[in-house]
Every structure is written in C-alpha cells, then in structure tokens.
C-alpha cells in the first residue's frame, strides 16, 4: 500500500495560483493511478481531478476543467495539481488518493479511492 503526503496549500487571492503536491512512499507509485479530491465542512468529499500510471490520460469535474492540471512524475513518486484562476470556491482541504483495486478509469466517487493523504489547505479570498 502506498502512502501520501499533500504539500503546497495556502492563501492565495482570487485569480490567483497554487501548485499541490502529493508525495508518496513505497517504490510501486508508478503503478498507481492518482486523483485529486476536495473537501469543505459539511459537504461530500468531491472529485477534482485523475491521471493514469503513466500520464498519458487525464479527467478532470467540470468545475476545474480548463484551469487545473493534474500531472506526475514517477522518478520522485509525485503528483502535482496546477490551480490556476483561482475562485472562492475553489476553498477546500485537497486530498491525494488512489483508485482501489477493482476501480475502473474514470470514477468520480471518493468511495471508489484509498490510501488517503491528511489533506493540505487552500483558502481563496476576494
């Protein structure tokens, strides 16, 4: 089983940029296909973004479409999240999981996903 870190949240403004990190341990990370979750009190844990083991192929919610990136490097055992054009609702605690084992490419639903992170915290302000 992997485990994950997240680094990289913050304050920003809104408009503004952020760059997650999700690292993790274990030397079979590059087998692993990755996806980003948000969570903000009171709500569902809500998808944001997936990429596959090697990078070739990515989805992301309609919601981030056209301003976040998910992308890895699997020599440092890292997925990264580009957030750009920040919005107020972007405001949430950001996890790194991955797909369990009988997963298939394309779930949106956080019950279908492990091997949680603690989560890092990105707060958008006006």
């Known amino acids: 089983q992997v485990q994950l870190v997240e680094s990289g949240g913050g304050s920003v403004q809104a408009g503004g940029s952020l760059r997650l990190s999700c690292a993790a341990s274990?030397?079979?990370?590059?087998?692993?296909?990755m996806g980003w979750f948000r969570q903000v009190p009171g709500k569902e844990r809500e998808f944001v973004a997936a990429?596959?083991?090697?990078?070739?192929?990515?989805y992301y919610a309609n919601s981030v479409k056209g301003r976040f990136t998910i992308s890895r490097d699997n020599a440092k055992n890292t997925v990264y999240l580009q957030m750009n054009s920040l919005k107020l609702e972007d405001t949430a605690v950001y996890y790194c999981?991955?797909?369990?084992?009988?997963?298939?490419?394309?779930?949106?639903?956080?019950?279908?996903?492990?091997?949680w992170g603690q989560g890092t915290q990105v707060t958008v302000s006006s």
């Open positions: 999981a991955t797909p369990l084992s009988n997963t298939g490419w394309g779930s949106r639903r956080s019950a279908d996903f492990g091997s």
């Open positions: 274990g030397r079979t990370f590059s087998i692993y296909d």
């Open positions: 990429i596959t083991w090697s990078g070739g192929s990515t």
